[in-house]
């Protein structure tokens, strides 16, 4: 099993900073792409960006290229949220996922992902 902790959530005003921390343990050599996906209030979970450990391949999702930043630390099994110019819209509850496939990181469906964390809100008041 892994386990995954998120941290690094709260709230900012419109055009601030946030950064995520996720941290794995368990059986970390067993999981492939981790990934950011985001939950606001009454929608579904979307996709955020998403990240190889074996080379750092990198994907976002076109809400937030430019401004966000996915980004690991192997020997400290952590992967990170770098969140800039943030929007209103960007409040969420912010999940960290792990894939116990070699699925790369263009597969963006929570279906895809094996492994979640809690949660950590995220909150952007304009």
């Known amino acids: 099993q892994v386990q995954l902790v998120e941290s690094g959530g709260g709230l900012v005003q419109a055009g601030g900073s946030l950064r995520l921390s996720c941290v794995a343990s368990?059986?970390?050599?067993?999981?492939?792409?981790m990934a950011w996906f985001r939950q606001a209030p009454g929608k579904e979970r979307e996709f955020v960006a998403a990240i190889t450990w074996s080379d750092g391949s990198t994907s976002y999702a076109d809400s937030v290229k430019g401004r966000f930043t996915i980004s690991e630390d192997n020997a400290k099994n952590t992967v990170y949220l770098r969140m800039n110019s943030l929007k209103p819209e960007d409040t969420a509850v912010y999940y960290c996922?792990?894939?116990?496939?070699?699925?790369?990181?263009?597969?963006?469906?929570?279906?895809?992902?094996?492994?979640w964390g809690q949660g950590t809100q995220v909150t952007v008041s304009s």
């Open positions: 996922a792990a894939s116990a496939s070699n699925i790369g990181v263009y597969y963006t469906r929570p279906s895809h992902y094996d492994y």
């Open positions: 368990g059986r970390t050599f067993s999981i492939y792409p």
